[in-house]
């Protein structure tokens, strides 16, 4: 298998957490999101909607969508498995997948766009934004770029955006109240789903994360960074990612 991913990209990190979990081989592919190659006539063929990750099965043979792809990989690879044997279980595991897909990730796309894409994104000229517009295959994220490209978000609007992101907290601190992992009592893909959230919260709001502000999201916290999979999936932070890139740009 081939993952075409981003280092940084949250639906990447959650398929790179899954393959490990599931001690499958692939080879990594990264993909540059800053000189768009998701949005290259070859990447759109193997995702259409031009975002990252891809994963190539066998030639010619692709999926897209991070929670799609983390179930065919617990279909192909049943050990460990990583969805609840109960049927309503599972239904809410995917619930839960659905919730972070929808309203974590489009705000931290606001909270981390800003920080890594917009200074290249700024400096194109009207003729290079439109030639590359022209190759984004959906309106929401043509908006996205221009957005990052000419009308960066205001401190207000990432304000909002993390107030947003920080309702995950809330929602996972409730539904630990029974057991230590999110969902049916076991490790599962819905906190597959939420490690890449919680990882950069940890950066953008570590007292959120603090064992007085929500105790049963911290113990989940730790206990996560400890699996031998979150270290194989490698969640760079993002300070770190931003300190190499400095210094690579002085020493040329
Ligand atoms: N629902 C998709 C979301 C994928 C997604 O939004 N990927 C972002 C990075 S996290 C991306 O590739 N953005 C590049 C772009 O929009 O041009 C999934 O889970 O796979």
């Known amino acids: ?45 193997m995702n259409p909607n031009g975002v990252v990750p891809a994963l190539e099965l066998a030639p010619g043979r692709f999926l897209h969508e991070s929670s799609t792809i983390c179930e065919y990989l617990d279909d192909v690879q049943p050990q460990p498995p990583l969805r609840p044997a109960d049927a309503y279980d ?24 800003s920080l890594m894409l917009q200074p290249a994104a700024s400096q194109w000229s009207d003729a290079q934004l439109q030639e ?8 929401e994220r043509r908006e996205a770029w221009v957005r990052i490209a000419r009308k960066p ?6 304000a909002v955006a993390l107030a947003k992101l920080l309702e995950l907290v809330d929602k996972m601190e409730a539904m630990l109240l029974a057991s230590p992992w999110l969902v049916g009592g076991q490790y599962s893909l819905a906190d597959i789903a939420a490690a890449p959230f919680i990882a950069r919260i940890a950066e953008l709001a570590p007292e959120a994360l603090a064992e007085q502000a929500h105790p049963r999201v911290h113990a989940w916290w730790q206990a996560m960074q400890q699996r031998p999979a979150f270290a194989a999936a490698r969640f760079q932070r993002f300070s770190e990612v931003q300190q190499q890139r400095e210094d690579a740009a002085r020493t040329g």
């Open 132 to 139: 590359k517009l022209g190759r984004i295959p959906t309106p």
């Open 153 to 158: 978000y205001t401190g207000e609007e990432k």
């Open 90 to 113: 599972r239904a809410v595991m995917r619930n839960f997948v659905r919730w972070t897909d929808e309203k974590s990730l489009p705000n931290l796309l606001i909270l981390n766009w």
């Open 1 to 45: 298998m081939r993952l075409f991913h981003a280092w940084l990209s949250s639906a990447s990190r959650r398929v790179r957490l899954c393959l490990a979990e599931k001690n499958l081989p692939y080879e990594g592919i990264a993909v540059d999101l800053s000189r768009q190659e998701q949005h290259a006539p070859e990447f759109l063929a």
